[in-house]
């Protein structure tokens, strides 16, 4: 067993990057966002990010809900990380009342959606290295992302819900009582390689997904 807590662990060891997708320089997620913030990007492409998250997280949302008597997985949900409910409010507000009709999953976003259901519904170690990818993720940057998206397309608060975490009033605390959590749990060593492996898995999901966002979206004039 390594040494080291096992939260350092795996916050070094599940993120490597991917082979081929961000092997050398910023993965496809790291470019995607930097031309989104610095203006590379349109509204379209952000909407697009936005659609594919609402499958993403519709998925990860459903596995936390089956998993909510499960002691172990319980210990990292929280009623303030919720994102679903946001970004059908996002997506409201960027493409009208007919949203849903306007959206639908890229193959990249589909493979991630099965990835998702199939180990959440067989491991709690595999639910929370998708857990702990997304939303630690999204708690790093969100306010600055959000001030930027404001200022670039004009939003107020409509349309960056998503960024908006109301009742997490110290993300950096918040961060660290979750890390605290994953070095508590106790896993065995084996068990602890399944969660590195999955948050790998995860973040090279998350990489190939931007990939295919990145292939389809029109740079700015």
Known sequence: MSTIPFSQALRDRGT?????????????????????????RTRDD???????????????????EARRSDPVAAMFMSPALTRLPAIREDLRFLLGEGWQSEIAPMPTT?????????????STGGFVAHHYTRYLGDLSGCAIIRSIMQR????????????????IAKPKEFKSTYRRQLD???????????VIDEAQTAHDLTESLFAELDGRAVRAA
């Open 110 to 122: 589909l493979r991630y959606v099965d990835r998702i259901e199939r180990v959440a519904a067989v």
């Open 184 to 194: 508590n749990v106790g896993w065995s060593a084996n068990e602890q390689q399944l």
């Open 46 to 64: 952000y909407i697009a990010m936005v659609a594919q998250n609402f499958f993403v997280y519709g998925a990860l949302e459903r596995a936390a």
């Open 152 to 167: 670039q397309f004009g939003f107020d608060t409509n349309g960056i819900g998503f960024y908006v975490f109301a009742d």
């Open 16 to 40: 490597r990057p991917v082979s081929g997708v961000g092997a050398s320089g910023p993965g496809a997620s790291e470019r995607f966002m930097s031309d989104l913030l610095t203006g590379r």
